[in-house]
């Protein structure tokens, strides 16, 4: 298909057309040049396929479908081939019911515990957010589907979603909120980018062309089309103009009137709209060239999958006296409504209108298991009767274990508003106190999507965060409450004491319309860590039934340049009595470093499944990128010659292997010295420092002249060449005009000459 012939036979009236939608899910179709309509739906961890009546707010029914676990949940599996698998079942559904594009993964940062929409993001770690969302666009577009990377970007709070500016520094933005898209722009492909509702640096995402098209096509080779989120442009012509391709849903024909009078003012280029048209028609067609609507769509097969991966992505937080897994033999009491109702997903957009859904009494029931239920709080009212309490204490009381499940009802969570504090509600906080204290061996099995409190945690024995699992979390929470499944999931996130250590804390939802990201590049762990505050569950956490050991790590070189790879192998041995799967993670740190970095970030993770006294190897090739910061001066990455350290363990805070390489730089960062410039920096540049030598000891004589006249003797030789150093370090190069005068200063003119000449 020659796709510049065909757009060079529209009109411009067509053409601004296609730029925008047919209705909230087709693009529009050109009857007469034989362009077909085509369908995108919800999104991104099932599909939402809505009819004509459509709103997306998901009151309206969608068809029904397979809920997976949200990317909250996913995240924590550290399991990308896992994600990867559940993108070609989900690429299989839009396949069969011919969606050509699902819009998602979400890949936003997750900020705050406060961001209304965490539960659909995968982390607060830009590398672990990139891996999983890279994992899953892969799986989806394997079938010929297109998926639509969102929110881009700096889209962290659902606060004034529509009209807040986030106003970050290129280093943070770069560092934090930028990797994941770039990783999956560059790894994975994805047919379409969908840009935020929110301003970036006061501008509009959707109007933005350093977001849109220098950092997303020029730097990152982004090829498809970029689509507007559902109402986000505010004025379409430079939208057109800055590389947004196509507005959705409609404007109702407005915005296309607007597009074809700014090329007919001149203030926009018509080459501008054809380039959109191109870049849609060229999926478009892609789509229709692949279509394959005989694919079949096995729900049941999915919906056992579901369960599987919602079983994988479970965080066993706290395993008190090893009380899990639980007995089969035992009675057990399910506490709380979550047990029979699960939170399964968020509200929103995403909500899949799922084809079943089983809560965990059901499936231990069909298990065969001895478990009795009792509701004890009601989602609905949000209260614990007298009645409903008695009844939950006396289940618990008469069995051998309780599990309550807990965690927070949809009102607390959603689409489109944040939550105002990180408690759950008061009245499961109370029914987890008492049944804890009427049964020594509690668990508390949590379902949402982004940090709680939890003020109860000293009183029960064992903890499992469940995330929004999927319409399968029931069967899920009884395999790993049971032991048929052996828990692997680790935090894609820190769990922090209280809401108030969160390092966006005092910043988080701006004011009025304008958000800074002040806490920098120092999101998560890398703030918690820096500071070494205690959190109540760090990033990376998670238990198993078994015990791993970690050892021998070995690099393969102890000193490389910034245009080398190094490979980092180390054993992980399972130590227990029973098959698990391990998370090996490996953090960089910087040493010494001129920039404010975090201690320690995330640079690698695998996943691997070791038998009782077994052990394997995993290896990690870290290139450039794992060492290096953006550089605002150069507009680059660049890593600062010295000594990083590597860490590899299964938790932010369990590191039991380091090891420490020196990486040097290949890359000279322009040199700008000025006769303000002081000793300090112009010493810590190696080729300056040679040139400085003779200047040095000039100063140095003037200096120690200087001391030599007031001292004493003693007092003289206690005065090492060190400390003149020292200081002087921070004295600006002019000082030695204090000294020297007239002579000293055409030798500092002479210096600053040589050293800018380097
Ligand atoms: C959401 C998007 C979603 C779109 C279509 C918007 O409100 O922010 O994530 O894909 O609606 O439903």
């Known amino acids: 298909m020659d796709i510049k012939a065909l757009v060079s036979r529209m009109t411009l009236e067509e053409k601004a057309g296609l730029c925008s939608g047919d209705d909230f899910w087709h693009t529009k179709a050109v009857e007469r040049l034989g362009i077909p309509r085509t369908m995108v739906s919800d999104g991104p961890h099932g599909l939402r396929k809505q009819n004509e009546s459509a709103d997306h707010l998901g009151i309206n029914d969608s068809i029904r479908a397979v809920c997976y676990p949200a990317a909250s949940a996913t995240a924590a599996s550290f399991d990308p081939d896992m994600i990867r698998e559940m993108g070609e079942a989900l690429g299989d559904s839009c396949q069969h019911e011919q969606v050509s594009v699902l819009l998602g993964p979400a890949v936003n940062i997750k900020r705050s515990p406060l961001c209304g929409r965490n539960f659909e993001y995968f982390s607060e770690d830009p590398y672990l957010a990139g891996r999983m969302c890279t994992a899953m666009i892969q799986g989806v577009q394997s079938r010929n589907v297109g998926t639509s990377i969102k929110h881009f970007a700096l889209n962290s709070q659902e606060h004034r979603r529509m009209s807040s500016s986030s106003d970050a520094d290129e280093r943070t933005i770069r560092e934090i909120y930028f990797p994941a898209f770039e990783m999956a722009v560059k790894e994975a492909k994805p047919w379409t980018v969908m840009c935020s509702y929110n301003k970036i640096n006061g501008v509009y995402a959707s109007e933005n062309p350093w977001l849109l098209t220098e950092v997303l096509r020029d730097e990152w080779g982004f090829d498809g089309y970029v689509m507007s989120d559902w109402g986000a442009v505010s004025d379409r012509a430079a939208g057109v103009a800055a590389g947004l391709d196509l507005e959705m849903p409609?404007?109702?024909?407005?915005?296309?009137?607007?597009?074809?009078?700014?090329?007919?003012?001149?203030?926009?280029?018509?080459?501008?709209?054809?380039?959109?048209?191109?870049?849609?028609?060229?999926?478009?067609?892609?789509?229709?060239?692949?279509?394959?609507?005989?694919?079949?769509?096995?729900?049941?097969?999915?919906?056992?999958?579901?369960?599987?991966?919602?079983?994988?992505?479970?965080?066993?937080?706290?395993?008190?006296?090893s009380l899990l897994p639980l007995d089969k033999d035992d009675t057990v009491a399910f506490i709380g409504e979550f047990a029979e109702k699960p939170r399964f997903q968020g509200g929103g957009s995403s909500h899949i209108h799922c084809f079943r859904t089983t809560g965990a009494v059901e499936a231990a029931k069909a298990a065969g298991l001895k478990v009795v239920y009792a509701p004890g709080y009601s989602v609905a009212k949000d209260e614990l009767t007298a009645e409903r309490l008695a009844e939950a204490v006396a289940a618990a009381k008469a069995a051998k274990t309780a599990v309550v499940f807990a965690g927070l009802p949809d009102s607390y969570e959603s689409e489109g508003y944040d939550r105002t504090h990180?408690?759950?509600?008061?009245?499961?906080?109370?029914?987890i106190e008492a049944v804890a204290e009427a049964n020594p061996n509690t668990v508390v099995v949590l379902?949402?999507?982004?940090?709680?409190?939890?003020?109860?945690?000293?009183?029960?024995?064992?903890?499992?965060?469940?995330?929004?699992?999927g319409q399968a979390v029931g069967e899920a929470a009884v395999r790993v409450l049971f032991g048929d499944v052996n828990p692997s999931g680790h935090l894609p996130e820190t769990f922090p004491v209280k809401l108030e250590d969160n390092p966006s804390f005092l910043y988080y939802g701006g004011e009025g319309d304008r958000t800074e990201y002040r806490e920098g590049v120092f999101v998560g762990y890398r703030y918690y860590d820096r500071k070494k505050m205690d959190v109540l569950f760090p990033f990376g956490h998670g238990l198993s039934y078994t015990s791993f050991a970690f050892s021998n790590l070995r690099t393969d070189a102890d000193s490389i340049r910034d245009t080398d790879t190094l490979t980092v192998t180390a054993t992980v041995t399972n130590t227990g009595k029973r098959a698990g799967k391990a998370v090996a993670q490996l953090y960089v740190g910087d040493t010494e470093s001129t920039k404010l970095r975090p201690p320690r970030e995330l640079k690698g993770f695998r996943k691997i499944l070791l038998q009782p006294g077994e052990s394997g190897e995993v290896s990690f090739t870290l290139d450039k990128r794992a060492f290096a910061y953006w550089n605002e001066e150069i507009h680059d990455w660049h890593v600062e010659t010295g000594d990083f350290t590597i860490e590899i363990g299964d938790s932010s805070r369990n590191l039991p292997l380091c090891a420490a390489v020196r990486v040097e730089s290949t890359k000279e960062l322009?040199?700008?010295?000025?006769?303000?410039?002081i000793y300090l920096d112009v010493m810590a540049d190696p080729k300056a420092k040679a040139v400085m030598q003779a200047f040095m000891e000039k100063t140095m004589e003037i200096f120690g002249h200087e001391e030599e006249s007031e001292g004493t003797e003693a007092a003289r030789e206690a005065i090492t060449e060190d400390m003149t150093l020292a200081m002087m370090k921070y004295m600006p190069l002019r000082g030695i005009l204090s000294f020297g005068g007239a002579e000293s200063a055409a030798e500092l003119e002479d210096l600053l000459q040589q050293l800018n000449s380097l």
């Open 447 to 469: 379902h949402n999507g982004s940090p709680v409190e939890m003020p109860w945690i000293g009183r029960v024995k064992a903890v499992l965060e469940a995330y929004l699992g």
């Open 250 to 321: 409609s404007s109702g024909g407005v915005n296309d009137r607007k597009i074809v009078e700014a090329v007919r003012a001149g203030r926009l280029d018509e080459k501008a709209v054809d380039l959109a048209c191109e870049r849609i028609l060229n999926i478009v067609f892609r789509w229709i060239e692949n279509a394959k609507p005989d694919t079949p769509w096995d729900m049941e097969a999915q919906h056992e999958q579901a369960a599987q991966i919602a079983a994988d992505c479970m965080v066993l937080l706290k395993n008190g006296d």
């Open 670 to 677: 322009p040199r700008h010295y000025t006769k303000d410039s």
């Open 422 to 431: 990180m408690r759950m509600p008061e009245c499961q906080n109370r029914l």
